[in-house]
């Protein structure tokens, strides 16, 4: 078992471009959930999806969008990079919207560092 | 919505002896309680958790945890550490239903280092 693999593990972008980020989750999960981990911080939540739409988000802009395929993949976008994007994102999966995370468990990737200059 | 405040953002212990990385939390409805860990470039990894029941919860590596309701505090600690503990510490909390029970609020993390 493969577990959580996120791609590319490391990016550079520059201010104002566009990035999509990759998840493919654990065998046999069909729910995908993104954070934003920022330097000396925890991390944060973006949002989750299931059967390919967003079912919940947390308190960031549009600019962040997402994407589920039916192989239960996922991206993040992020439009309009900002300086303050740079982080690591970690995408965690697990079994079953609708079984909270005290009856299922998140599985996290490695993460991808994003660099904005 | 919750919060979580690790205490301590470094704890450096010698091996072999004991360590308590502290949490609280702040919640108005009931959660669950979870300590993840993250080994140098590898992603989380629950090490255990709350739901309800015994407040004292243990992991298969020795580590425990004790919920306090009247503190809303979730402590992790370790009798005796070892070398390959050196990682970093998150305490976590989800609500225990609707909406906010699929997400996890994190602290900011505890870097443990255990020197030889």
């Known amino acids: 078992d493969a577990g959580v693999t996120q791609s590319p593990t490391h990016l550079i972008k520059t201010r104002g471009q566009q990035v999509t980020l990759r998840c493919s989750p654990k065998?046999?999960?069909?729910?995908v959930s993104w954070y934003q981990q920022a330097l000396g911080q925890g991390p944060q939540f973006i949002f989750q999806?299931?059967?390919?739409?967003?079912?919940q988000r947390g308190n960031f802009p549009d600019r962040f969008s997402g994407h589920q395929f039916p192989n239960y993949s996922s991206e993040l976008n992020v439009n309009a990079l900002l300086l303050g994007d740079s982080a690591l994102y970690l995408c965690?999966?697990?079994?079953?919207?609708?079984?909270?995370?005290?009856?299922?468990?998140?599985?996290f990737g490695q993460g991808t560092r994003l660099t904005v200059v | 919505a919750q919060s979580v405040t690790q205490l301590d953002s470094q704890v450096p212990v010698f091996e072999e002896a004991p360590v308590e990385l502290r949490c609280n939390y702040s919640?108005?409805?009931?959660?669950?309680l979870f300590w993840y860990v993250q080994y140098p470039n590898q992603g989380l990894q629950l090490l255990l958790k709350?739901?309800?029941?015994?407040?004292l919860v243990e992991s298969i590596n020795g580590f425990e945890a004790e919920f306090n309701k009247s503190q809303t505090s979730f402590h992790l600690r370790k009798p005796s550490v070892h070398i390959s503990d050196t990682a970093e510490y998150f305490c976590?909390?989800?609500?225990?239903?609707?909406?906010?029970?699929?997400?996890?609020?994190f602290g900011k993390g505890t870097k443990l280092s255990v020197i030889p």
């Open positions: 965690a999966s697990s079994l079953g919207y609708g079984r909270n995370l005290g009856n299922t468990e998140a599985f």
């Open positions: 709350y739901l309800s029941g015994s407040t």
């Open positions: 065998s046999g999960h069909d729910t």
């Open positions: 999806y299931y059967e390919e739409e967003e079912r």
């Open positions: 976590a909390v989800s609500e225990s239903s609707g909406a906010g029970s699929y997400q996890l609020t």
């Open positions: 919640s108005s409805v009931s959660v669950y």
